[in-house]
């Protein structure tokens, strides 16, 4: 355990640890991982995390604002690695972390994950210019055959606790802390928030624009529920309300839905333990994106569809699921709700490759203590008892399940100290005579 | 003296193709190789190369000579297309990412192409004798409009830098340009028509949020450009007579340590006057962070000791192996008649300048997905072996390119990349459909 703390300190301070440790690691890890399902089922309270992309120093602002493990229950939905320039850092702190609490941290596979794409996108260069081999490479994507495909959060609240803020204090007019009602809330990384959002009431409009674009004027009886919250969420205002305390399962998967996937059973029956196929349901799930579209359609990345709202509401229907929590693609906000709130969007690398001036995101989900902590509700397996058969004849209803509290937490770029440069590595051979050439200069310098 | 791209006999009626797509398939990348479309490229290349080496006789410092008259109509289509960028203002609302006003933007450049080739182009190349009914202005418009990006996509990568060498070869090789005194021609296309395309082209990146095609995050060696680090660095080689052969090593005695480019003042000072620190500048521009940490691959590139020569003779057989051999950037790539995919006949002999002759061979087309161009398929599914293996003049020792990837520039999505099946690197760990193909 020691060893394991020690290798914690290093890479917490953005430091690589010995290949031999990071080959103990994995294997730890792998034993770890094979006793997990293909869907891992989570407990609320969980704050879950989109891409990180090797973005070590905002993986630590991650940990500021969200809290550190073990104090806060993570759930990372996969992309840890790749474009960034610390894919090993964060990769193999989140392991560690994952080695050293394994109750209190969940990885889960993102497209990245995959020896194909490392070799195009990065980590595999990395690996080979900070290690001098690919031994380390061979040991994480060993490693990443074993991560599940998603996850379930189960026993959520459809209420936000109130978390001390500063906007409390301040008494913005605005903002005022609602009742009970809260359904989704933004906090700034100084734990200010933002913007809050009620069910039951017409809500606070942040943001008028939305209102505008959402809200046709022609006419006068809405039909669907006016998207009221601010960009990049489809926060509606007309769920239900607190009818109960539970916010219902989250599933949590790297992509999206796949049109071979109808249960989250037959997720569950998947054979995980190999490289990311090119097509199929295991392939889907990290590479599918939701779109405005009816149903299905081809998606652009190669890999994976995209799905329409109606497929991700008959999904969660079906699987009595009030929402689906995916990372996979950037967006600007950090988060994007859609569908009516069926799904979210969380993105957590901020300034995404240096240069996309995006702010990142992470979802807080509260813990439903109503039940004395007892998790009465779904699983996902709804219907099983019926078989296939019954899902074929089940309706949508007229208003979907209220969903859980939202709270986000948004931040920008770590800001970064520059601590001198590191020494030039050799280039590629490209701008080499021959090899004894490289030796040569590299003497010399 | 340097060899250079033949110019079509105005006397003989020409057979013009509607250009189209022919690399399908990662196998068509190895035609691609042999084909004369790679030879006129990588041949135009080399030739633009040479001659932004400095003279001996100083005349390169003279930076705006007197222009051919297809110089000063090619300027004037390119303020053309720089003012359509003005017209479309961005499309209001929340985006993922990119604007979606670029696709307006390049529907109006798609409307107006025929009619601005026609304004801005030399009648000779216009009017070009042709056989059939296809005139040249067909090949020529695909390769214009293909050179500023992806409207479906929303992104931009030297897969359309590409069609942009392409576009100003093809109207060499129909005589559109002056004939070139020791270089001078086209020392001013790439002063006076890359350059200038180039800043369209980061106009319309900031302006659309243009993703960079295909992008490898900090292991690229540029986000979206590699002609500027190919033709800046021969900017500050050596000078040269014609007679000389293109140096492979030194400097110029006023050119500025490679390992300026970490410094914000050096760029600032040089990006003005060399397409090398030009491309770097963009970059200070766009990204935030320790030059070293996102930009890994150029800072490297940066500690070569053998002068800026060197790294231009890298730069050209890093082109060679990460954009002209890759499948997701030359996919896209639309052969007609003055690029044909049809096979170069001399492909074996060496027809490339110096420069070219010491390529390595390539064994393997390791990790694709580079710069530029992503797949909009599945490109695994057309996995070949030994895709890139290109004519070597001279014999060298094989030696595999791909493992020590550095330097592929490219989305911010991610699009699958082809792999080899075979690169020695990846043979315990290969995956389960490799053995396709």
Redesign the interface.
Known sequence: MSNLDKAIAELRACRIIPENEVRELCFKARELLIEEGNVVQVDAPVTICGDIHGQFHDLIELFRVGGDVPDTNYLFMGDFVDRGFYSIESFLLLLCLKVRYPDRITLIRGNHESRQITTVYGFYDECLRKYGSANVWRYCCEVFDYLALGAIVLGTSTRLERVPSISDTQQTEDLTPTEDDTELEILNADNVITARFSRNRRRQVMDPTELTSSSPSSSPIQSTPIRNGPAGTGATSDSNGSIGNNGGAVFCVHGGLSPLVETIDMIRLLDRKQEVPHEGAMCDLLWSDPDDIEGWGLSPRGAGFLFGANIVKRFNHFNDLSLVARAHQLVMEGFKEMFDSSIVTVWSAPNYCYRCGNVAAILELGEDTSNGGTIARSNGDVGRSLGDSAFQNLQLPAEPRPGPGRRYRVFAAAPQDYKGMPAKKPVADYFLVSRFCRLGKKRQR | MATQLSVLDPGKPHVFIEPAKRINEGQDVSRFLVSSAYRDITLFLVQLNRAMFPRKDGLEAVAHMPESSAISKLQGLLKAIDKVVDDVPLD??????GNTAFRKWYQVLEERSLQLLKDHLPETVIDFPHENGIASIQELKAYLLGSFGSA??LDYGTGHELSFLAFVASIWKLGGFAPSNEGSEERSIVLNVIEPYLAIVRKLILKYSLE?AG?????GLD?HFFLPYILGSAQYGPAITDSDSTPIEGSSPRAPDPGGV?KANIVAQERHGNLYFGAIGFIYD?????F???S??L???????AGWA??N???L??YN?EVLSKFPVVQHFPFGSLFSFEGDTEAQEPVFSVHMASQ?RQENS?????DGIP???????RNSSNTTRMPAPTALPT?S?G??????SNP??????V?SPN?S??V??K???AKKG
């Open positions: 209001p609302g929340t985006h993922r990412f479906q996509r960079p992008s490898h995050g900090v292991w986000d970490v766009v990204k935030k962070g320790p070293w940490e996102h890994p691959t800072f490297d590139i940066s500690g070569v000791r060197k790294i003779k890298g730069m057989k890093m192996a390595p390791t990790s694709s997905g580079t797949s909009t398929m599945a490109p695994w599914a030696r390119v493992s020590n990837v550095i330097g592929r911010i999505e991610t699009r699958l990349p792999v690169d690197a990846f315990p760990m995956a389960p459909w």
